[in-house]
């Protein structure tokens, strides 16, 4: 098993790039390749849910996350990016953003909406644009639930979420991330 999947196993959260709040990457001795191969085997859910900062969750803090987070509405702009990947083979940013229509900024507030709240992940790796960093194609968080199947005990999601997050959060961000 890989350090980043033991990682993510024991303490469900980790971001992509060193900041002062939760561990990264590199912290753990893991790379960016690391990561993506946890995205094309779908043992990891790619979204932006602490902080709008790139969040790598282990799929058991994702299924908890989604019980006891209240599901926000979906602007217009949201609304019309996840139609696009609804149903529908995972779309490069690219792809999205020339077929969406929109207006950069909308675009870029739309998606980073969507990834905010769970609502679509990264589900493969896409080119290589640097050895620290590629493009995704993205789908919905029901596509990635068809590979990554909810196995998790969730009738004490909060209680539990606290007991993985606590490893490595403080409280007052744990009840941010959760509310």
Known sequence: MSRLLSYLQINGILLCNANPYLPAL?????????????????QLFYCKAFRKRTTYLSAEVYYLLKVVRTPK??????????????????????????????????FQAGFDFLLQNL?????????????????????????WEQYAPDVYDASDARER???????TMQEKDIKWLIK
Do not use: V
Not at 133 to 138: D, T
Not at 161 to 167: A, D, G, H, M, Q
């Open 26 to 42: 590199e912290d753990i001795g893991c790379s960016w390749n690391d990561m993506t191969e946890l995205i094309d085997s779908h």
């Open 73 to 106: 509405k979906m602007s217009e702009n949201a609304k019309t990016i996840y139609r696009m990947l609804d149903g529908k083979p995972p779309g490069d940013t690219k792809f999205l953003k020339e077929a969406a229509g929109l207006p950069a900024k909308d």
């Open 119 to 143: 609502y679509i992940t990264a589900l493969e790796n896409g080119k290589q644009l640097h050895e620290t960093w590629s493009s995704f194609y993205y789908g919905t968080a029901g596509q």
């Open 161 to 167: 979420l606290r007991e993985i997050l606590s490893r």
